[in-house]
């Protein structure tokens, strides 16, 4: 993961805007395509007038900080016997009923709220569990629940009480390890996967006595699909030897010394904190990673105890972050993909219903299932997400949101574009005083706003400037021509054009990045 071939070379100071390197819609989109799943064009404009993109973060994690968890549904708790008699009093009710509702909550809150969401995504695909393994909706939404809640806090914590979920319990054998019996399953992935990376700082006996650790949490009263207890009498009760030290490790807590998570977070701060921070760079600033930048990020998470709100304050504050390296330099997984799109136009809010199961369907169809990803080792992304079996679903998915507005209502196509900002605020917004041939400056504005950097191939634009200009005779672009009327934003076919010209970006590779 960690590379020394980045091309991004600066630093980790805060980006503070000047003449040379201009705070604009660019960077703006950026941010919000990265941190949260796009911008509505309010949220740009007003990020464009605060011109202080450090302020613009901070404010972003404390919302994220502040925002609570997401209600818990009636069934959240339930055990198998509740739901099955729920699907006895409605057939259409059974587990795939629940775990779809579910499943669109979460998409329902990848477009209504922003950082601590795209975070949860990230954790789903750190921490990773298959809800088609576990089958319990309550599983689900407890797990979804503490990602949720812990998504910008205390890692440690985290680690702890991810180990004892139900869902992971399931999950990775857990609930079969017992005293007599340890399983590995778990105790392997704790390090391998979680907290330290493949082959990084443990051996096979610390798997071996970790498993022996964490025994004990077996207890369903036989309750299926109840809560899973810590059962004393199935706990391995006996002296275990891991990173080279010996105590009756158990999970008691992380204020005992005795803690098997406490006891792996003193032993291994370092190789945590680097391996934690290379994939939190992965995902938020490029798959390329820059050791340098890792290993700074890694100081600060170790400095603030494991809180991970500090290490994203720093990432997202610096010109590192803001570098045009950065922009533009990861593909958009199908979530990125769709929800992004449907919340940069933001023709529809709230989501309704049908969008939600439209939005499920398709990001499920070329890849990305919530909360079921491919296996244990989640999504690897990136150019698996382009794939031939997948690129033409992704063309087709944004083709039908826009098809699916514009049939509903073309004038807010029109609408969009009135008042859509120019590069940066000084730039000015696009409006019905421009004319003419300045159509290449209304052109130009969209492709930078849903391009992460616009077209900088000459031909490209041409292209892409003759499929909007399409709709008029030429001599409508042309102030010295004779014609009846100039072209601008009052004309009746200009939400056509700007259609035609959405549908023309979706199918450019420039499209597929964020």
Not at 96 to 101: G, I, K, L, P, T
Not at 133 to 144: F, I, K, L, V
Not at 218 to 238: A, C, H, L, R
Not at 400 to 426: E, K, M, V
């Amino acid at each position: 993961m960690i590379s020394d071939t980045s091309c991004n070379l600066a630093s980790l100071d805060p980006y503070v805007p000047s003449a040379e390197n201009p705070w604009n819609v660019s960077k703006i989109n950026h941010l919000y395509r990265r941190v949260a799943f796009g911008a509505t064009k309010t949220q740009v404009i007003d990020a464009l007038n605060q011109n202080n993109p450090s302020a613009l973060v901070d404010s972003l994690i404390d919302e994220a900080i502040a925002l609570v968890p997401t209600a818990a549904p009636e069934w959240a708790f339930w055990n198998r016997d509740q739901f099955e008699a729920a699907e006895m009093a409605n057939e259409d009710n059974d587990i795939n009923f629940y775990q779809d509702e579910g499943k669109r909550q979460m998409i329902y809150d990848f477009v209504q709220n922003g950082l601590r969401d795209r975070l949860t995504l990230f954790w789903s695909n750190h921490f990773v569990t298959e809800d088609q393994s576990y089958r319990s909706p309550a599983y689900q939404y407890q797990y979804y629940n503490l990602l949720q809640f812990h998504s910008l806090g205390d890692f440690r914590q985290f680690v702890y009480d991810i180990g004892i979920s139900s869902a992971m319990l399931v999950y990775l054998n857990g609930d079969e390890n017992t005293r007599d019996r340890p399983n590995e399953n778990y105790a392997r992935e704790l390090y391998e996967l979680f907290t330290l990376g493949v082959d990084n700082g443990y051996n096979e006996n610390d798997i071996i006595e970790t498993a022996k650790a964490i025994t004990g949490w077996v207890e369903t009263n036989d309750i299926p699909w109840g809560p899973i207890t810590f059962n004393p009498g199935q706990f391995s009760n006996d002296t275990k030897d891991i990173f080279g030290q010996t105590a009756n490790f158990g999970y008691y807590g992380l204020g005992s010394p005795d803690d098997v998570i406490a006891h792996l977070f003193a032993q291994r701060e370092t190789l945590i904190a680097n391996f934690i921070c290379g994939k939190l760079y992965a995902y938020f600033v490029s798959p390329t990673c820059n050791e340098a930048i890792v290993a700074e990020m890694a100081q600060t998470f170790i400095a603030n105890n494991f809180q991970i709100a500090p290490v994203l304050r720093q990432l997202f504050k610096s010109e590192h972050f803001f570098d045009q390296e950065a922009i533009g330099a990861i593909i958009k997984s199908p979530i990125d993909l769709f929800v992004t799109h449907f919340k940069q136009l933001n023709f529809e809010s709230p989501p309704t219903l049908a969008t939600l199961n439209s939005l499920l369907g398709r990001t499920t169809t070329i890849g990305q299932e919530v909360l079921n990803p491919i296996d244990v080792e989640g999504w690897q992304g990136d150019e698996d997400w382009i794939s031939p079996d997948y690129l033409i679903g992704r063309w087709e998915g944004i083709q039908s949101i826009i098809n699916t507005f514009y049939s509903q209502n073309q004038t807010q196509f029109s609408d969009f574009l009135n008042g859509l900002p120019i590069g940066t605020l000084a730039d000015g917004f696009v409006n019905n005083t421009l004319q003419g041939e300045q159509v290449n400056i209304v052109v130009k504005a969209i492709l930078d706003y849903f391009l992460p950097r616009g077209l900088e191939d000459q031909t490209l634009f041409d292209e892409a400037l003759a499929i909007f200009k399409e709709f008029y005779p030429e001599n409508y672009y042309e102030p010295d021509a004779v014609a009846p009327i100039l072209w601008t934003l009052d004309l009746s076919g200009v939400p056509d054009q700007f259609y035609a010209l959405l549908s023309h970006i979706d199918e450019l590779p420039e499209f597929q990045l964020k």
